[in-house]
């Protein structure tokens, strides 16, 4: 119940924002992708301003989700050794326990 009121204090402030920048930048803005002739309409683009913002800030979460993604990849693949490392001790102590309880079946009762 606190974690949604959490992020009911958070997103709903964020999406107001939101809302109020994408309504203060409407204006059609040009991307133009050559740099040498910036009026040349096959590599440019227009659109809203806030669409390039947009697209710039998931194109930033994507970049900084990836880099993240490989550089804990060496924690990742250590947390699989060690798993499987787990599995055969955890194994191992049920054999041993299993042959304990059959030696243990086998001794004379006093």
Excluded: Y
């Excluded at 659109?47 to 989700?65: D, E």
């Excluded at 990836?66 to 798993?83: G, I, L, M, Y």
């Excluded at 599995?87 to 041993?96: F, G, I, M, T």
Aim: with cysteine; hydrophobic share 55%; charged share 20%.
């Amino acid at each position: 119940m606190a974690k949604k009121i959490i992020n009911l204090l958070i997103l709903l402030p964020l999406g107001i924002i939101l809302i109020v920048f994408c309504v203060a930048n409407r204006q059609s803005v040009t991307l133009a992708f050559n740099p040498f002739r910036p009026d040349d309409q096959v590599l440019a683009l227009s659109a809203p301003f806030f669409v390039f913002i947009f697209i710039a800030l998931i194109i930033g979460m994507l970049i900084g989700s990836a880099a993240t993604w490989f550089a804990q990849s060496k924690h990742r693949k250590r947390a699989k050794v060690e798993a499987k490392e787990a599995v055969r001790w955890q194994s191992e102590a049920d054999r041993h326990k299993s042959r304990a309880e059959e030696i243990a079946g086998q001794l004379p009762s006093r």
